[in-house]
Every structure is written in structure tokens, then in C-alpha cells.
């Protein structure tokens, strides 16, 4: 299954340029047994668009965040020299899931401010340590 590009491993259609299995695929669901009617209240058709609605933004949802996984790569390995180092590597694993929130730039600025944090935290614990060894 490695030997598969990833794409195909999580269900992504090149061809089509699509997924096989979508976000909120059940989504046409609701749909599926609605129909206008003549007989229809004034009540059933504000149901029915409300309905609607739901589902469109549901649509919109599922857009965006196709649009998200492949603006982003997240569907080609990244290659190993990607992070600079392991420090770098857990803390892009661990924030990850706030990468949705701001563009490609942002995030990796973001990691980057976050390993270089951890790097003058840790320099100023071994200097503490080193003064509290000297008394």
C-alpha cells in the first residue's frame, strides 16, 4: 500500500479531481425523497428551502476543505528535508489541526516563531542551571 501515491490511498480521484468518499457525503440524502409540490403549504416550501440551504452550505463546506488539501500539498508526501529538525517536525504535527485557520505563510511563520520559543525557553532553563550550579 506505500508504494501507492497517497493520493489514491486516502481516495483522491486524479482523474475526476475528486474524492471517492466526500466530506459529508451523505449530504444529498435529504434531498433524495423531496419534491414540489402544487399542493405545497407556504409552511412545506420554507421547510423545503430551508432544506436546501442546508445542503448548499454543506456543498460549500465540502468545497473548502477539498480546496484546503490541495492548496496545501497535503496530498503528495512531504520529503523528509521538509523541517529542519525533529523539534520543528512535533511541533508542526502537534498544530496542524489550526493550519485551516490562516494561509500556507502564516502557518509555517507560525511554526517557525514556536520552534524558535522552545529554543530560547530551553537556553534560558540551561543558563538558570548553570547560575543555580555556580552558588
Known amino acids: 500500500k506505500d508504494k501507492l501515491p497517497l493520493a489514491r490511498q486516502v481516495g483522491y480521484l486524479i482523474e475526476r479531481e475528486d474524492f471517492d468518499v466526500e466530506w459529508e457525503n451523505d449530504a444529498e440524502d435529504i434531498l433524495a425523497d423531496m419534491e414540489f409540490s402544487p399542493e405545497d403549504t407556504e409552511e412545506d416550501i420554507n421547510l423545503k428551502v430551508k432544506v436546501l440551504e442546508i445542503y448548499v452550505s454543506k456543498l460549500d463546506a465540502r468545497e473548502e476543505r477539498k480546496r484546503f ?8 508526501r512531504p520529503p523528509d528535508a521538509q523541517f ?26 507560525l511554526i517557525h516563531g514556536l520552534v524558535e520559543e522552545k529554543k530560547i525557553r530551553d537556553r534560558i532553563a540551561q543558563l538558570r542551571e548553570e547560575i543555580e550550579g555556580r552558588k
Open 69 to 76: 488539501v490541495l492548496e496545501r500539498g497535503l496530498l503528495q
Open 84 to 109: 529542519e529538525s525533529s523539534l520543528e517536525q512535533q511541533i508542526e504535527k502537534n498544530f496542524r489541526v489550526f493550519a485551516r485557520f490562516h494561509s500556507k505563510e502564516e502557518h509555517r511563520a
